[in-house]
T-cell receptor
Framework: DTEVTQTPKHLVMGMTNKKSLKCEQH?????MYWYKQKAKKPPELMFV???????INESVPSRFSPECPNSSLLNLHLHALQPEDSALYLC????????????????FGPGTRLTVL | AQTVTQSQPEMSVQEAETVTLSCTYD???????LFWYKQPPSRQMILVIR??????QNATENRFSVNFQKAAKSFSLKISDSQLGDAAMYFC??????????FGTGTRLKVLA
């Protein structure tokens, strides 16, 4: 299984709603990532988890709250979002070997297209 | 700051022809990796090809090959025998530290039948 799955595919939410994005992989990868991608732009890294611990937070606003319940799952909890947060949210995973993930391919999920009204 | 530059926002190629996408990068790291990722419209991003910076030999994957010029910090992607399914946004990326990718701005490739 070389797949990263993400649910839901599409999400529309109001600025006062609370919702969650889910990502799952069964490749035994120990690094998992959240990216935000605006149309026609490259992905922007938001968070990295390594061995279920938060390793990188790219100064993301607190209205985005990541969670890694186990080595296969990654969630992104959303609360009080702004219209400018509308984007494609990508999850990715990669192996970590010898403490390094840099030489390993990141496998991307199909993304959740989020619209904030 | 580390940067990756893709100077061609859009390219077109005739089916069965060859096209080269350009990428230059700047890094202060001695050990790094370079990638080309493909993102078709409304489909997920997949790895096309990877180059380890300490390897002089250019990577190849079937119809895809790279021209890696380390001194010039250049990493171009050549697609031979272009197919309609090659139409996508192509992102060049360089590793930065243990986990991060620095992505270029992307090149949209159109394949003409």
């Amino acid at each position: 299984d070389t797949e990263v799955t993400q649910t839901p595919k599409h999400l529309v939410m109001g600025m006062t709603n609370k919702k969650s994005l889910k990502c799952e992989q069964h490749m035994g990868h120990r690094a998992m990532y959240w990216y935000k991608q605006k149309a026609k732009k490259p992905p922007e890294l938001m968070f990295v988890y390594s061995y279920e611990k938060l390793s990188i937070n790219e100064s993301v606003p607190s209205r985005f709250s990541p969670e890694c319940p186990n080595s296969s799952l990654l969630n992104l909890h959303l609360h009080a979002l702004q219209p400018e947060d509308s984007a494609l949210y990508l999850c990715a995973s990669s192996q970590v070997q010898g403490g390094l993930a840099q030489d390993n391919e990141q496998f991307f999920g199909p993304g959740t297209r989020l619209t904030v009204l | 700051a580390q940067t990756v530059t893709q100077s061609q926002p859009e390219m077109s190629v005739q089916e069965a022809e060859t096209v080269t996408l350009s990428c230059t990068y700047d890094t202060s790291e001695s050990d790094y990796y370079l990638f080309w990722y493909k993102q078709p419209p409304s489909r997920q991003m997949i790895l096309v090809i990877r180059q380890e910076a300490y390897k002089q030999q250019n990577a190849t994957e079937n119809r895809f090959s790279v021209n890696f010029q380390k001194a010039a910090k250049s990493f171009s992607l050549k697609i031979s025998d272009s197919q309609l399914g090659d139409a996508a946004m192509y992102f060049c990326a360089s590793t930065s530290g243990t986990y991060k990718y620095i992505f270029g701005t992307g090149t949209r490739l159109k394949v003409l039948a």
